[in-house]
């Protein structure tokens, strides 16, 4: 297998995560110019050896050389790495869903720096190729599965890559969509002769298209060669049968061979499901489109079609989960309405997905069910016991299922479905990515469930040999039943060779495809066009241009993110505004008057007189005044005790107490410092009406000066703090999503498979948040001025450059947490924290800068907000020029500067 | 075979079906079992329980002790044009924890050291001040304030004046010019005598937190069921909507209620030292009504995202919005009327809040706060009533 040249080769390779080991001490070599197929089920390791192929990976032990070259070296990977086109695993999940067709290939033609004429030439010719022209302004969220996959392809083969590497391309798209799939890598084939492709696919049926096969299994490479040759060494028919044979020799042990038997005739009297004229919209949608059929008791009845065919959407309309638009579904001869408990209890489901809590065992799953299905208590144990023992969950059965393997997962799944002995099954796509003697193991539980209970098995499959298997079935395409029978006869029907071929005849005929004339558009693909140079750039602004346009397009089509930036802020400052006051109004004020004299009246008039107070009903008893402060009807009293008056006629010095509501410390406060003052003044207005002249010590007067905010408004002082606060909280939390969030969708992928750099690619996705920033900012200044009159009394200039390197700063904060994270929702509350508790804390929002001493201070100067504090405070509120902010503005751009060169270091061009 | 072969139901079943005896006793037995579903998930997730439980007890303390509205460290320059025994005497009144070192200051550096905001308070005392004092002379001494540190402008400038004039009192006193007031004017705080600023932050984090917490636990236990396709399999079985609702409300409620109890018996009456005056009980049947609401809230948001990440956006600002208005941070009667009725109509958490201080701080009673009990059952009913119609239609797909 060394003669030909190859393309790439590893050497001793192996690769874990965390505890689980994906690939395992795996040497191989790749032929080049060949297309290379690697087979096996889920989670072998296939997706790993691609993604180390093709660089997108960090190596962990062994060696990986592509092109020539090693590709541990960067320097290598930079060099070649545009040579390699790499599309990930899932439909379409380097895409951008809110992007067009044009503008996903449009993207990645400017990732590799062509020009506008040479991008639209190529996209031309692409989406001819590939049939995909009509929709070229149609979102790629809203495309099928297939078409999906070809825009895909699109996107990948734009700048006419040597290695082609495909990750599961086909999974999940129907046969039709498939066999054209393979038909148009041909067809590329055939014009770039030179081009090698390594796919990985979980179909054994799609092997034989493959020039050479690699099959994998728990990591290893079980097999290699050509499809003959493993057909010839194994001494099989196909290629799933030669799959299991090459298997180690204790899992072939545990394959036993799927027996079909016969249903007991009589069930078909009355049906057990029938659908009449179903249909179901969604808006202007119809997903499914007048769809019959009934289905005896105790048949396997199996619905065959693409992703997004409406096989889903009529299962669940069948259990009930979805009311039907039109049309009537009945089991055993009842209507199925969406709160019919009784349906329920015959139904079992098993949807697409896994979908048990993975945060129970797998004996609390059970558990759970057999409790919410109201099986009788003394039968729970019995039946759990029952189920455990006949799927073989007794050793797992204190696991978590998501430590579980595929397989054991989905007997898991069908255990809790026919836990409480429905009568009807309902299981959507129960096989898809289980290895194939799982998946033997699942029809024998299901035909034994058909033939000796009588139970009816209703599901859907991409496997056309499980098809082969069902009593009946129906081909689904867009949302109509194309054919219904038994698998056999509608291959007669038809005069297909097979039941997949059959399948495409129908679907080739509802889409209106001539399949007698393949040749199709494809025959027209244009002659290669002329190799790019080898220009490639450390720095090259069309590069980060694509980036910033891309980010600037899916923002905003995007409401929810929209909304949060621009009216996030613009809320949120009309509720700092008001909400956080330290203006001490209103004061709720009674007096507690015992004397009753003239004298005390005056004292009572001497606070009743404060702007602060606003006075309530006296107080007539000890007991009513706790009352009132209880019920929080006071909030200062006056207690003037009796004989006040004589008291003062006398020179005796009365006492007066002043009761303070205390729950709210800080508003207790101000109140007693108003207190203070106005039984000062009330003692000098005694004096000099008894002395007739202001004779006594007072003599000494302190004048206090409110600088920069004469009037002493809250307001004035917190607009200014509240956009410090607010352009690090929204514009770090929205850079940070930005970049986690092509994480989890997976479209880095496109990152770490193209040329751009880690400059380009924060740059590029950081400059829309800057300038959404400081849109906001403006709106922000807009606010201050109209709804809490707050003008910009300084520079403005020195405010608005200020405010750019803060916001440059703080978007640029954002990107370094994202590179700690993973998920979306982790980015958002990290971010959200780090950002508000130094903002608030230690940044002069709440206490001056100039008071805060140790870590606080430390903390507060480390980070951006204290430095741009004094910026908004200073233009707005203190009127200072430019000249005495500028060297804050400074240390902000440094900060901007700093963050940027901190996420470059962190942030890996290949995965873990 | 290993089950033994039941009567093929579907038999059965072609006769009619029994009547559904889906009475009030099964719609509570579902129900239960939700909820102890739900509180299983909430074990198996170390991260939310790691979040309650250190918003619940390191939060509340850091918070009691850290930032603090009370005056301290204040920073303070003196221009003394004096040079004499009161002027030296005066500056040397201002002494830590209150004040930091003062710092001597010439004339022409006030403006700066203000515009830099070095300095937050500056006392000019005029040349002849003592002079002045003695002879009975009418003088003024002058205290600039930047204004636009508003935690210490005015309580700090209310310190300084009366720490100036004792001086003065005190030192013309000592030079036979008595003087006392003919009035003495006391002041005492109910229910917070010496008016510590941590009594009142750290009843008001456990309040927020179950604002926060219960909003985001519920919130996210619906999410996560819609992200794995759980919430679907709820909906095949022979449950209703309102079950699996009500279970997730009263699960998460029940948590954060459980770990509010005892943040507050634990956390502030114990070690922190705040004095609760009344009824915890009381409380927290006032927080069960809350919590109700504000998981109806969170099950709402849940129902607008369709990811976790969106959740995040949307709860952020709602959560912000209302807790800032809320009268948690600064009194409710501080905001203009309008805004006032705004959030009393909409939010229940001013109601909620005015419950807590009332019966934490001033120990009332039932007969005191039952009209933000009513409140609080009223807006409850109406979120959990939108909430339970918005997840019927989202999860329907209407």
Same mark, same amino acid.
Request: charged share 20%; hydrophobic share 45%.
């Given at each position: 297998?060394?003669?030909?040249?190859?393309?790439?080769?590893?050497?001793?390779?192996?690769?874990?995560?965390?505890?689980?080991?994906?690939?395992?001490?795996?040497?191989?070599?790749?032929?080049?110019?060949?297309?290379?197929?690697?087979?096996?089920?889920?989670?072998?390791?296939?997706?790993?050896?691609?993604?180390?192929?093709?660089?997108?990976?960090?190596?962990?032990?062994?060696?990986?050389?592509?092109?020539?070259?090693?590709?541990?070296?960067?320097?290598?990977?930079?060099?070649?790495?545009?040579?390699?086109?790499?599309?990930?695993?899932?439909?379409?999940?380097?895409?951008?869903?809110?992007?067009?067709?044009?503008?996903?290939?449009?993207?990645?033609?400017?990732?590799?720096?062509?020009?506008?004429?040479?991008?639209?030439?190529?996209?031309?010719?692409?989406?001819?190729?590939?049939?995909?022209?009509?929709?070229?302004?149609?979102?790629?969220?809203?495309?099928?599965?297939?078409?999906?996959?070809?825009?895909?392809?699109?996107?990948?083969?734009?700048?006419?890559?040597?290695?082609?590497?495909?990750?599961?391309?086909?999974?999940?798209?129907?046969?039709?969509?498939?066999?054209?799939?393979?038909?148009?890598?041909?067809?590329?084939?055939?014009?770039?002769?030179?081009?090698?492709?390594?796919?990985?696919?979980?179909?054994?049926?799609?092997?034989?298209?493959?020039?050479?096969?690699?099959?994998?299994?728990?990591?290893?490479?079980?097999?290699?060669?050509?499809?003959?040759?493993?057909?010839?060494?194994?001494?099989?028919?196909?290629?799933?049968?030669?799959?299991?044979?090459?298997?180690?020799?204790?899992?072939?042990?545990?394959?036993?061979?799927?027996?079909?038997?016969?249903?007991?005739?009589?069930?078909?009297?009355?049906?057990?499901?029938?659908?009449?004229?179903?249909?179901?919209?969604?808006?202007?949608?119809?997903?499914?489109?007048?769809?019959?059929?009934?289905?005896?008791?105790?048949?396997?009845?199996?619905?065959?079609?693409?992703?997004?065919?409406?096989?889903?959407?009529?299962?669940?309309?069948?259990?009930?989960?979805?009311?039907?638009?039109?049309?009537?579904?009945?089991?055993?001869?009842?209507?199925?309405?969406?709160?019919?408990?009784?349906?329920?209890?015959?139904?079992?489901?098993?949807?697409?997905?896994?979908?048990?809590?993975?945060?129970?065992?797998?004996?609390?799953?059970?558990?759970?069910?057999?409790?919410?299905?109201?099986?009788?208590?003394?039968?729970?144990?019995?039946?759990?016991?029952?189920?455990?023992?006949?799927?073989?969950?007794?050793?797992?059965?204190?696991?978590?299922?998501?430590?579980?393997?595929?397989?054991?997962?989905?007997?898991?799944?069908?255990?809790?479905?026919?836990?409480?002995?429905?009568?009807?099954?309902?299981?959507?796509?129960?096989?898809?990515?289980?290895?194939?003697?799982?998946?033997?193991?699942?029809?024998?539980?299901?035909?034994?469930?058909?033939?000796?209970?009588?139970?009816?098995?209703?599901?859907?499959?991409?496997?056309?040999?499980?098809?082969?298997?069902?009593?009946?079935?129906?081909?689904?395409?867009?949302?109509?039943?194309?054919?219904?029978?038994?698998?056999?006869?509608?291959?007669?029907? @038809?005069?297909?060779?097979? +039941? !997949?071929?059959?399948?495409?005849?129908? &679907?080739?005929?509802? =889409? *209106?495809?001539?399949? #007698?004339?393949?040749?199709?558009?494809?025959?027209?693909?244009?002659?290669?066009?002329?190799?790019?140079?080898?220009?490639?750039?450390?720095?090259?602004?069309?590069?980060?241009?694509?980036?910033?346009?891309?980010?600037?397009?899916?923002?905003?089509?995007?409401?929810?993110?929209?909304?949060?930036?621009?009216?996030?802020?613009?809320?949120?400052?009309?509720?700092?505004?008001?909400?956080?006051?330290?203006?001490?109004?209103?004061?709720?004020?009674?007096?507690?008057?015992?004397?009753?004299?003239?004298?005390?009246?005056?004292?009572?008039?001497?606070?009743?007189?404060?702007?602060?107070?606003?006075?309530?009903?006296?107080?007539?008893?000890?007991?009513?005044?706790?009352?009132?402060?209880?019920?929080? @009807?006071?909030?200062?009293? +006056? !207690?003037?005790?009796?004989?006040?008056? &004589?008291?003062?006629? =006398? *020179?005796?010095?009365? #006492?007066?107490?002043?009761?303070?509501?205390?729950?709210?410390?800080?508003?207790?406060?101000?109140?007693?410092?108003?207190?203070?003052?106005?039984?000062?003044?009330?003692?000098?207005?005694?004096?000099?009406?008894?002395?007739?002249?202001?004779?006594?010590?007072?003599?000494?007067?302190?004048?206090?000066?409110?600088?920069?905010?004469?009037?002493?408004?809250?307001?004035?002082?917190?607009?200014?703090?509240?956009?410090?606060?607010?352009?690090?909280?929204?514009?770090?939390?929205?850079?940070?999503?930005?970049?986690?969030?092509?994480?989890?969708?997976?479209?880095?992928?496109?990152?770490?498979?193209?040329?751009?750099?880690?400059?380009?690619?924060?740059?590029?996705?950081?400059?829309?948040?800057?300038?959404?920033?400081?849109?906001?900012?403006?709106?922000?200044?807009?606010?201050? &001025?109209?709804?809490?009159?707050?003008?910009?009394?300084?520079?403005?200039?020195?405010?608005?450059?200020?405010?750019?390197?803060?916001?440059?700063?703080?978007?640029?904060?954002?990107?370094?947490?994202?590179?700690?994270?993973?998920?979306?929702?982790?980015?958002?509350?990290?971010?959200?924290?780090?950002?508000?508790?130094?903002?608030?804390?230690?940044?002069?929002?709440?206490?001056?800068?100039?008071?805060?001493?140790?870590?606080?201070?430390?903390?507060?100067?480390?980070?951006?907000?204290?430095?741009?504090?004094?910026?908004?405070?200073?233009?707005?509120?203190?009127?200072?020029?430019?000249?005495?902010?500028?060297?804050?503005?400074?240390?902000?751009?440094?900060?901007?500067?700093?963050?940027?060169?901190?996420?470059?270091?962190?942030?890996?061009?290949?995965?873990? | 075979?290993?089950?033994?072969?039941?009567?093929?139901?579907?038999?059965?079943?072609?006769?009619?079906?029994?009547?559904?005896?889906?009475?009030?006793?099964?719609?509570?037995?579902?129900?239960?079992?939700?909820?102890?579903?739900?509180?299983?998930?909430?074990?198996?997730?170390?991260?939310?329980?790691?979040?309650?439980?250190?918003?619940?007890?390191?939060?509340?303390?850091?918070?009691?002790?850290?930032?603090?509205?009370?005056?301290?460290?204040?920073?303070?320059?003196?221009?003394?044009?004096?040079?004499?025994?009161?002027?030296?005497?005066?500056?040397?009144?201002?002494?830590?924890?209150?004040?930091?070192?003062?710092?001597?200051?010439?004339?022409?550096?006030?403006?700066?050291?203000?515009?830099?905001?070095?300095?937050?308070?500056?006392?000019?005392?005029?040349?002849?001040?003592?002079?002045?004092?003695?002879?009975?002379?009418?003088?003024?001494?002058?205290?600039?304030?930047?204004?636009?540190?508003?935690?210490?402008?005015?309580?700090?400038?209310?310190?300084?004046?009366?720490?100036?004039?004792?001086?003065?009192?005190?030192?013309?006193?000592?030079?036979?010019?008595?003087?006392?007031?003919?009035?003495?004017?006391?002041?005492?705080?109910?229910?917070?005598?010496?008016?510590?600023?941590?009594?009142?932050?750290?009843?008001?984090?456990?309040?927020?937190?179950?604002?926060?917490?219960?909003?985001?636990?519920?919130?996210?236990?619906?999410?996560?069921?819609?992200?794995?396709?759980?919430?679907?399999?709820?909906?095949?079985?022979?449950?209703?909507?309102?079950?699996?609702?009500?279970?997730?409300?009263?699960?998460?409620?029940?948590?954060?209620?459980?770990?509010?109890?005892?943040?507050?018996?634990?956390?502030?009456?114990?070690?922190?030292?705040?004095?609760?005056?009344?009824?915890?009980?009381?409380?927290?049947?006032?927080?069960?009504?809350?919590?109700?609401?504000?998981?109806?809230?969170?099950?709402?948001?849940?129902?607008?995202?369709?990811?976790?990440?969106?959740?995040?956006?949307?709860?952020?600002?709602?959560?912000?919005?209302?807790?800032?208005?809320?009268?948690?941070?600064?009194?409710?009667?501080?905001?203009?009327?309008?805004?006032?009725?705004?959030?009393?109509?909409?939010?229940?958490?001013?109601?909620?809040?005015?419950?807590?201080?009332?019966?934490?701080?001033?120990?009332?009673?039932?007969?005191?706060?039952?009209?933000?009990?009513?409140?609080?059952?009223?807006?409850?009913?109406?979120?959990?009533?939108?909430?339970?119609?918005?997840?019927?239609?989202?999860?329907?797909?209407?």
């Amino acid at each position: 297998m060394n003669d030909a040249a190859e393309i790439a080769r590893l050497d001793h390779v192996s690769h874990r995560y965390g505890r689980t080991v994906a690939l395992d001490d795996v040497s191989l070599g790749l032929p080049a110019g060949r297309m290379v197929g690697v087979i096996g089920p889920d989670g072998v390791g296939k997706s790993t050896l691609l993604a180390l192929v093709a660089g997108v990976r960090r190596i962990q032990t062994g060696e990986v050389l592509a092109l020539g070259g090693d590709m541990a070296q960067r320097r290598h990977r930079a060099a070649q790495g545009a040579r390699i086109a790499y599309m990930p695993q899932g439909l379409g999940r380097n895409l951008y869903p809110t992007l067009s067709v044009f503008e996903n290939i449009d993207f990645h033609g400017r990732l590799f720096g062509q020009g506008r004429r040479e991008r639209r030439a190529r996209i031309t010719d692409l989406l001819t190729a590939t049939g995909l022209e009509p929709f070229e302004a149609r979102p790629a969220g809203k495309l099928s599965g297939g078409m999906k996959q070809k825009l895909s392809l699109c996107c990948a083969l734009i700048h006419d890559p040597d290695l082609l590497i495909l990750d599961e391309p086909t999974t999940g798209v129907d046969p039709l969509s498939r066999g054209q799939f393979w038909d148009l890598i041909g067809s590329i084939r055939a014009r770039r002769p030179g081009m090698s492709v390594v796919v990985a696919t979980a179909y054994m049926d799609e092997a034989s298209r493959f020039e050479w096969l690699v099959a994998m299994d728990d990591g290893r490479v079980i097999a290699s060669g050509s499809p003959a040759e493993l057909l010839e060494r194994t001494a099989k028919p196909d290629m799933e049968a030669a799959f299991i044979a090459l298997l180690p020799p204790e899992k072939q042990a545990q394959h036993q061979a799927v027996v079909l038997r016969p249903r007991p005739p009589g069930l078909d009297a009355e049906p057990a499901i029938e659908a009449e004229h179903l249909t179901r919209r969604f808006g202007r949608f119809t997903a499914v489109d007048d769809v019959s059929f009934r289905i005896g008791r105790g048949e396997i009845f199996g619905f065959l079609g693409s992703n997004g065919c409406g096989k889903s959407t009529t299962m669940k309309m069948l259990t009930g989960l979805l009311p039907a638009t039109e049309g009537t579904a009945r089991l055993f001869g009842w209507p199925v309405g969406s709160n019919d408990m009784e349906t329920r209890r015959n139904v079992g489901y098993m949807s697409q997905a896994f979908s048990l809590y993975s945060e129970l065992t797998v004996l609390q799953n059970l558990e759970l069910h057999a409790q919410l299905y109201h099986l009788p208590p003394h039968d729970r144990p019995v039946r759990i016991r029952e189920l455990l023992d006949r799927y073989e969950l007794e050793p797992v059965k204190d696991a978590r299922p998501d430590s579980l393997p595929l397989g054991i997962k989905q007997r898991l799944q069908l255990a809790v479905a026919v836990l409480h002995r429905p009568a009807m099954l309902i299981l959507d796509e129960p096989t898809s990515g289980v290895d194939p003697i799982a998946r033997d193991a699942f029809w024998r539980t299901l035909i034994d469930l058909s033939r000796d209970e009588g139970v009816t098995i209703f599901l859907s499959t991409h496997f056309m040999n499980e098809a082969e298997r069902c009593d009946r079935i129906s081909l689904m395409h867009a949302g109509k039943v194309l054919a219904v029978g038994a698998p056999a006869d509608l291959v007669q029907e @038809r005069g297909s060779a097979s +039941l !997949e071929d059959c399948f495409i005849g129908y &679907l080739a005929e509802a =889409a *209106g495809i001539d399949r #007698e004339a393949p040749a199709g558009p494809e025959a027209d693909l244009p002659a290669a066009a002329p190799r790019p140079g080898p220009h490639r750039h450390l720095f090259d602004p069309r590069r980060l241009w694509a980036y910033a346009r891309r980010e600037t397009m899916e923002l905003l089509r995007d409401p929810i993110r929209i909304a949060f930036a621009f009216l996030g802020p613009m809320l949120l400052m009309v509720a700092f505004g008001y909400g956080i006051s330290f203006d001490v109004e209103h004061l709720r004020f009674s007096a507690f008057d015992q004397d009753n004299s003239p004298e005390s009246r005056q004292l009572v008039e001497a606070f009743t007189s404060s702007r602060y107070f606003s006075e309530q009903a006296p107080i007539r008893s000890a007991a009513e005044l706790d009352e009132r402060f209880r019920s929080g @009807r006071v909030q200062i009293a +006056l !207690e003037i005790p009796p004989r006040f008056g &004589l008291d003062l006629q =006398a *020179g005796r010095v009365p #006492e007066v107490a002043v009761w303070l509501d205390g729950a709210m410390p800080f508003r207790a406060e101000t109140s007693r410092g108003y207190v203070t003052s106005l039984a000062s003044q009330y003692a000098q207005q005694l004096v000099t009406e008894r002395t007739g002249a202001a004779a006594s010590g007072k003599t000494v007067s302190v004048e206090t000066r409110f600088r920069y905010n004469q009037a002493f408004r809250s307001v004035n002082a917190m607009v200014p703090s509240v956009m410090m606060l607010l352009l690090i909280l929204i514009p770090a939390i929205m850079s940070a999503i930005a970049v986690v969030r092509e994480k989890e969708t997976g479209s880095i992928a496109n990152f770490r498979s193209t040329p751009v750099t880690k400059f380009e690619f924060l740059v590029g996705k950081q400059l829309p948040y800057i300038l959404i920033a400081m849109i906001s900012f403006l709106l922000l200044v807009l606010v201050a &001025l109209i709804v809490f009159d707050v003008p910009v009394k300084g520079s403005f200039i020195a405010l608005a450059l200020g405010t750019l390197f803060y916001v440059a700063a703080t978007t640029g904060f954002g990107q370094f947490i994202s590179t700690f994270m993973k998920t979306q929702v982790a980015a958002v509350f990290a971010t959200a924290l780090l950002s508000i508790i130094p903002a608030v804390n230690f940044s002069g929002l709440l206490v001056p800068i100039s008071s805060l001493s140790g870590s606080a201070r430390i903390i507060g100067l480390s980070l951006p907000p204290a430095w741009y504090q004094p910026v908004t405070a200073g233009a707005f509120t203190k009127g200072l020029p430019f000249i005495e902010l500028a060297p804050n503005i400074a240390v902000l751009a440094g900060f901007a500067f700093l963050f940027l060169v901190l996420s470059q270091l962190l942030l890996r061009k290949q995965e873990a | 075979m290993a089950a033994p072969a039941h009567p093929a139901r579907g038999a059965a079943r072609s006769q009619g079906p029994a009547p559904a005896p889906l009475g009030f006793g099964t719609h509570v037995a579902n129900v239960l079992r939700l909820i102890v579903k739900e509180l299983r998930s909430i074990r198996a997730d170390p991260v939310m329980l790691f979040l309650v439980l250190y918003a619940f007890s390191f939060a509340v303390v850091s918070v009691a002790s850290g930032a603090s509205t009370e005056a301290r460290n204040m920073t303070i320059g003196v221009v003394d044009e004096d040079h004499s025994d009161l002027s030296r005497q005066i500056v040397s009144a201002f002494n830590p924890p209150l004040f930091k070192e003062v710092v001597p200051i010439g004339p022409d550096e006030v403006d700066p050291a203000m515009d830099t905001g070095r300095l937050v308070f500056v006392i000019d005392l005029p040349p002849r001040l003592q002079r002045d004092v003695l002879s009975g002379h009418p003088t003024s001494i002058e205290l600039d304030v930047d204004a636009t540190a508003m935690t210490q402008a005015g309580n700090g400038s209310v310190y300084i004046q009366t720490i100036i004039t004792q001086e003065i009192a005190a030192f013309a006193a000592r030079s036979e010019r008595n003087d006392t007031a003919p009035v003495r004017v006391v002041t005492r705080a109910k229910f917070n005598p010496n008016l510590q600023t941590s009594w009142f932050t750290s009843v008001m984090q456990v309040i927020n937190n179950i604002t926060l917490l219960t909003v985001i636990l519920t919130g996210a236990a619906l999410i996560r069921e819609r992200e794995q396709g759980t919430v679907e399999h709820l909906l095949v079985m022979p449950l209703v909507p309102i079950e699996i609702m009500l279970a997730k409300v009263i699960a998460n409620g029940m948590v954060i209620l459980v770990a509010a109890g005892f943040s507050l018996l634990i956390v502030v009456e114990w070690w922190l030292g705040v004095p609760i005056a009344g009824s915890i009980a009381l409380f927290l049947f006032g927080a069960g009504l809350y919590a109700l609401a504000v998981a109806a809230l969170g099950i709402l948001l849940g129902t607008i995202a369709t990811s976790m990440g969106q959740f995040g956006l949307l709860v952020i600002p709602v959560l912000l919005l209302m807790q800032l208005l809320s009268g948690s941070s600064t009194p409710m009667e501080s905001m203009p009327v309008w805004l006032q009725y705004v959030v009393q109509t909409v939010s229940p958490t001013p109601h909620f809040v005015a419950l807590a201080q009332a019966v934490l701080y001033r120990g009332a009673a039932l007969s005191i706060v039952w009209p933000q009990l009513l409140a609080l059952i009223a807006l409850g009913s109406i979120y959990f009533a939108f909430a339970l119609a918005r997840f019927r239609r989202v999860i329907f797909g209407d």
